[in-house]
């Protein structure tokens, strides 16, 4: 078997492709799809439809890789939470967050993150490398795969609908620094020939990196949501390095334009009240100001803190304050439900297990590009011409 070529790491125009490449017609391409993101089928031989001789080819040249799940915790609210291997002593999570009308799923996109937001337990970990498609994807088939063996299913899979309803991309990981492998993820979550979700029903939640929110809005638009956490880029520069580079005016440009192709007619601003430090009535009324011109919902998380976080979460009264003036300016805010917090599930605490960390994080990377930048300068100023961006290195880590 040839492991170099694994069909999980395929969307349906790479699939195609390479059934072309095969000397086989499009549609056992669908068919293979079918089998593998439909029928959880990870074996060859078991695709009845599909003729002997192909099989056995498709034995000598692919494979069906998933990430291996190496533990599974249950909350007393329903939450599942799995551990999965994604070789080299790493480690990602994955939570499944039961309810009456949904079933939803929280993937990971990366082993770590670099964009060191202060808050967060994942960021704290540091950043080994971005996961696979297939890693993604398997995240999904894995789960699917497994409540469907336990058989204690919901009703919605009695009509012949996969366990998980919706997929929010908020688990490990800034997706965009991640983007190939992320949107060929997302092409199969929305495919009719794979999993055929609707584009609602997939949540994709970013830091804020604006050029790439223009990419998604061009590639392959999902509901978005973006991580606020601050109602000014004074605050927001010291809990999310990442609004140096982009900050809140640009970052507020973006929704909007993303707004022309988003699936839903809002962006969903998610907003983590730390006590004491964004916490307060001010900080709301900053945040109806800064979004007076982006059609938006909120999604208010009181922080979940987690071992040597230096943050406490609000008081209720803070809490129910904050949401209380967003509301009187006609705004949309919920708070959200603590899910899994007996098994460390709940928002910001997924920490996995990051070995051979990148040892940058988005600080000192910008750091270095700062210097890179001035050296550049320096030398185009030698040759008298026009210094082209000396960003590229950062844009492909971001
Ligand atoms: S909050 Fe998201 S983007 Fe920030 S460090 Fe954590 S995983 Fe990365």
Redesign the pocket.
Known sequence: MNESINLLDFDEDAMTAFFAEQGEKPFRARQVLKWIHQRFCADFDAMSDLSRLTREKLKTVASMTLPAVTRDTAAADGTRKWLFDVGNGNAIETVYIPEDDRGTLCVST?AG?????A?????KEGFNRNLTTAEIVGQLWQANKILLSENVNPPWVDAGRAPITNVVL?????PLSNFKNVVAALKLFLSDNAYGLSRRRVTL???GIVPMIDALKDACPVALAV?LHAPTDALRDTL?P?NRRHPLSELMAACRRYLERAPRDFITFEYLLIRDVNDRIEHARGLIELTREVPCKFNLIPFNPFPGSPYAAPTSDRLFSFQKTLMDADLIATIRKKRGDDIAAAC?Q?AGQVKNRVRYRLNEVSKRHETLREEKAKMCATKHRVCPSTLSVKKEIL
């Open positions: 990366q993150c670099m964009m060191d937001c808050f967060c337990a994942t960021g908020m688990g490990m990981g800034e939640s970013t830091s991580s999310m990442v910001g997924l």
